[in-house]
């Protein structure tokens, strides 16, 4: 269960002298819904980022106690939500080497076969090195609570959604960095979508129940696309926004992989928090989670030495009561977004 990198997909942007020289002819007629969501993603990604620019980014575990503590806090989080039935812990948690394409692409994996969560080395390098993989770790245990079933495009948004709403509970019990770090992915977030309308001319998707999107050409709106650009210069810092561009112009090579990304774990996601949050405050359909059967420990030979892994098999599907986005809803209201 790769994630591809939320950071790492989304900076964004181009320059708007690009954008411009992309769109052949006039500005066609824009659908109301896709222009006001647009609106309000520049609000939310700015007032994110004027108390963001005011906190301390989440520090990463310094030790396995820290780690071990962290993960278990986590988990028990998941299970606070109503978000699962079952509290599985991971075998391991290890950062490893993803091979080229991937190690620009992907944050982290649960390596469902292992019940390892695996995390891209590169959080260890100066390339991400300033990014907290905290948001990847939640991310990677909710999909080990069981978050396997169905298509990419479902389960990858629904542990997403998921995710964040574990991101704000611990940011509401004031465990440290988490503010920063929902805060930090909110703008982001905020700014991929905005780039997905004003790109790919996507629209909001407002379930998870839905197929990957398809690249079908690009569809930049200049006065959109301009927009968005005066937006980023402001709320990102110049080396914030030299790197969100650089890793725009990798992702704008693979237009096919990056509007499947942008769909999967930032417009759906994004849109259906809001909906939620900003309306009735529970998520309108129920997300699905996999029984986790006969957890055995296995022996096995890795090459140099022997290793003891959990292994355990996949059962029936568990359809879960709808999430209350309470703590994100909270968050919101304390910026005065919704
Ligand atoms: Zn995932």
Request: charged share 20%.
């Amino acid at each position: 269960m790769k994630r591809w990198a939320k950071r790492a997909a989304f900076g964004l942007i181009v320059v708007s002298l690009v954008g411009g020289l992309l769109v052949a002819g006039a500005r066609v007629a824009f659908p109301p819904e896709r222009e006001a969501w647009f609106g309000r993603l520049l609000v939310l990604a700015q007032k994110a980022d004027a108390e963001y620019d005011t906190l301390t980014p989440a520090a990463d575990p310094e030790s396995w106690s820290e780690l071990y503590l962290l993960v278990k806090e986590i988990i028990y989080q998941i299970e606070e939500e109503g978000a699962t039935t079952q509290l599985i812990r991971p075998a391991s948690v290890m950062f490893a080497d993803f091979g080229p394409g991937r190690r620009s692409a992907v944050a982290g994996t649960y390596a469902t076969a292992d019940g390892a969560i695996v995390l891209n080395e590169r959080f260890l390098t100066p390339a991400w090195g300033d990014s907290s993989w905290l948001s990847t770790l939640i991310h990677e245990l909710v999909h080990a609570q069981g978050y396997l079933v169905g298509d990419s495009s479902t389960l990858e948004s629904q542990t997403e959604i998921v995710a964040t709403e574990v991101l704000a509970a611990m940011a509401n019990l004031n465990y440290p960095g988490a503010r920063a770090e929902l805060l930090d992915g909110l703008r982001r977030d905020a700014l991929a979508m905005a780039y997905y309308i004003a790109r790919f001319g996507g629209d909001p998707i407002h379930t998870t129940y839905t197929e990957d999107m398809q690249f079908s050409g690009w569809n930049s709106d200049p006065v959109l696309m301009n927009r968005l650009a005066a937006a980023r210069r402001a709320i990102l810092t110049p080396t914030e926004l030299a790197r969100s561009d650089k890793r725009i112009r990798w992702w704008e090579e693979r237009p096919a992989e990056y509007v499947q990304v942008l769909g999967k774990y930032v417009v759906t996601t994004i849109t259906m928090e809001l909906d939620a949050a900003c309306g009735s405050g529970t998520v309108a359909e129920a997300f699905q989670q996999a029984e986790f059967l006969n957890p055995q420990e296995r022996l096995t030979w890795d090459g140099t030495a022997w290793v003891m892994q959990m292994s355990a098999t996949w059962g029936s599907t568990i359809e879960l009561p709808p999430l209350l986005l309470d703590d994100l809803a909270y968050v919101l209201d304390g910026l005065g977004y919704c």
